[in-house]
């Protein structure tokens, strides 16, 4: 199984899940700034010159929650759950809010502060951000009303869900995300933190 990847939140999902259920990947490492999304070879795998990828096989996946969800299914892991359907269309209903709105809701102070600097993209844009925050709040309540008295997003445990939907709101202190009315997310990440896979999900190579 190969996962190509770059030092991003949706690469990072897919990275810390195998660590955490202890798969053997080979791990590729995509030179974004040299243009490594946008070659053929690699275009040809993932249409949408994004990362993470995998090719397992015959098989060519993007989408990081279709690639974890077929990494749980073939280690047996129910972080995607296979047993209990009520359990997976909860987990299914997180993914989809998260690709529907979460990701617009904080991917804007994600991307002015964490991607730029990464990328070398320069300061973030102030005005970028205060135009995102009515959206960010509205969500950002949803989510905190739903985790109220909760640690996981989904099925009371852990799931492909929690690691969807913390990749970029776990950056929200240095990133400045507006979180400070909502107690309940800070509390479910600060809990993600203590899963090593999720403290560290990199291989040892990311040297950003
Ligand atoms: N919905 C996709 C998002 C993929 C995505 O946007 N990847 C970003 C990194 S987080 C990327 O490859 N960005 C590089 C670029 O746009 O040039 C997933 O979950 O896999």
């Known amino acids: 199984m190969k996962i190509y990847w770059i030092p991003a939140q949706a690469p990072m999902r897919v990275l810390a899940l195998i660590k955490h259920l202890g798969v053997e990947a080979e791990l590729i490492r995509i030179d974004a700034e040299a243009g490594g999304l946008h070659t053929p070879e690699y275009k040809a795998l993932n249409p949408n010159r994004k990362a993470p990828t995998l090719v397992d096989g015959d098989l060519v996946l993007f989408e990081s929650a279709a690639i974890m969800a077929h990494i749980c299914i073939k280690a047996g892991s129910d972080l995607w759950p296979t047993e209990n359907l009520a359990e997976q269309v909860e987990v299914l209903r997180w993914l989809s809010w998260n690709e529907g709105h979460w990701v617009g809701a904080v991917g804007p102070w994600y991307i002015e502060h964490i991607v730029k600097k990464t990328f070398n993209m320069g300061p973030p844009d102030a005005?970028?951000?205060?135009?995102?925050?009515?959206?960010?709040?509205?969500?950002?309540?949803?989510?905190?009303?739903?985790l109220e008295g909760k640690d996981f997003v989904a099925a009371n445990r852990l799931t492909i869900a929690?690691?969807?939907?913390a990749s970029m709101a776990r950056y929200w202190r240095e990133a400045e995300m507006p979180f400070a009315d909502f107690p309940n997310i800070i509390r479910w990440l600060a809990g993600l933190e203590q899963i090593p896979a999720w403290k560290n999900p990199w291989p040892e190579d990311k040297a950003a």
Do not use: G, R
Not at 162 to 165: A, H, I, K, Q
């Open 127 to 146: 005005e970028v951000l205060k135009k995102a925050e009515k959206n960010c709040v509205k969500y950002a309540k949803v989510l905190d009303a739903h």
């Open 162 to 165: 929690d690691f969807s939907l």
